[in-house]
């Protein structure tokens, strides 16, 4: 049974156009952190204006939030995200065996695409964030057909058929969201480098070849690290290569 966390809203929309946009209208007036769970999204999309596909049962939420860090930290909550992802599905599921995380923002279940994760945030002046909405999709009853995926993609899965677990979208954000409190308060307290090597710890791929994929350009080299700016570290035959965004490829 998971606690709600102390000092987070919680409003559930029986239908919304995206949870992240929602976020960005009640931004100007919250008290606190508040998280938003969409039963129903008429405009979901994902990175870089992707649509996403967000049948009924599923979940789309989003936590916003105005942080008080410089915006390159504010933008590392997208591995504290990833992390409490990570254990909210071990909460339903009771297991870990399958579980990894993709750099930037995505959750694998047995090499699949279970879950995503995109980050908003509007600024003001003087380069401040001034609210940051994390959204977060999750395919906890059906995952969308692979002709509607790019060439290449990971293949998307869905929690029930993966597993047989089935879990509604109100349950599973009680878990994420004791998750996600838990790994915030870490984050706060001791900055990225407990966040980084526990992501690190739970990451798909390390050690082995794959491509990182821009709208300019590919680099193709060994998974060594994310560094402390959260880029991800590839060795390449030119030398180690910091990329800070990029689709992945495996």
């Given at each position: 049974?998971?606690?709600?966390?102390?000092?987070?809203?919680?409003?559930v929309?029986?239908?919304?156009?995206?949870?992240?946009?929602?976020?960005?209208?009640?931004?100007?007036?919250?008290?606190?952190?508040?998280?938003?769970?969409g039963?129903?999204?008429?405009?979901?999309?994902?990175?870089?204006?992707?649509?996403?596909?967000?049948?009924?049962?599923?979940?789309?939420?989003?936590?916003?939030?105005?942080?008080t860090?410089?915006?390159?930290?504010?933008?590392?909550?997208?591995?504290?995200?990833?992390l409490?992802?990570?254990?909210?599905?071990?909460?339903v599921?009771?297991?870990?065996?399958?579980?990894?995380?993709?750099?930037p923002?995505?959750?694998?279940?047995?090499?699949?695409?279970?879950?995503?994760?995109?980050?908003?945030?509007?600024?003001?002046?003087?380069?401040?964030?001034?609210?940051?909405?994390?959204?977060?999709?999750?395919n906890?009853a059906?995952?969308?057909?692979?002709?509607?995926?790019?060439?290449?993609?990971?293949?998307?899965?869905?929690?029930?058929?993966?597993?047989?677990?089935?879990v509604?979208?109100?349950?599973?954000?009680?878990?994420?969201?004791?998750?996600?409190?838990?790994?915030?308060?870490?984050?706060?307290?001791?900055?990225?480098?407990?966040?980084?090597?526990?992501?690190?710890?739970?990451?798909?791929?390390?050690?082995?070849?794959?491509t990182?994929?821009?709208?300019?350009d590919?680099?193709?080299?060994?998974?060594?690290?994310?560094?402390?700016?959260?880029?991800?570290?590839?060795?390449?035959?030119?030398?180690?290569?910091?990329?800070?965004?990029?689709?992945?490829?495996?």
């Open positions: 049974m998971n606690t709600w966390p102390e000092g987070y809203g919680r409003r929309l029986a239908e919304v156009d995206s949870t992240n946009a929602e976020a960005a209208r009640i931004a100007p007036e919250l008290a606190g952190p508040e998280w938003i769970l039963l129903h999204q008429t405009q979901g999309r994902g990175r870089r204006g992707r649509a996403w596909v967000d049948p009924i049962g599923n979940f789309a939420g989003t936590l916003v939030m105005r942080p860090e410089a915006p390159d930290q504010v933008a590392l909550r997208s591995f504290v995200a990833s409490a992802l990570y254990d909210a599905f071990v909460a599921t009771g297991r870990t065996d399958g579980l990894a995380l993709k750099w923002n995505d959750v694998l279940l047995n090499g699949g695409k279970v879950a995503g994760i995109l980050l908003e945030s509007a600024g003001m002046a003087g380069g401040a964030v001034s609210h940051i909405a994390i959204g977060i999709g999750v906890l059906h995952a969308p057909d692979t002709r509607a995926v790019e060439t290449q993609a990971t293949p998307p899965v869905s929690l029930l058929s993966e597993t047989g677990a089935s509604t979208p109100e349950e599973f954000l009680d878990a994420l969201a004791a998750a996600y409190a838990r790994w915030e308060a870490q984050f706060v307290t001791y900055g990225f480098d407990p966040i980084r090597t526990a992501w690190l710890a739970r990451a798909a791929r390390i050690g082995e070849v794959i990182a994929r821009t709208t300019r590919e680099t193709t080299g060994t998974f060594e690290t994310v560094d402390s700016a959260g880029n991800l570290v590839l060795k390449t035959a030119k030398g180690r290569v910091a990329i800070p965004a990029a689709d992945i490829f495996f």
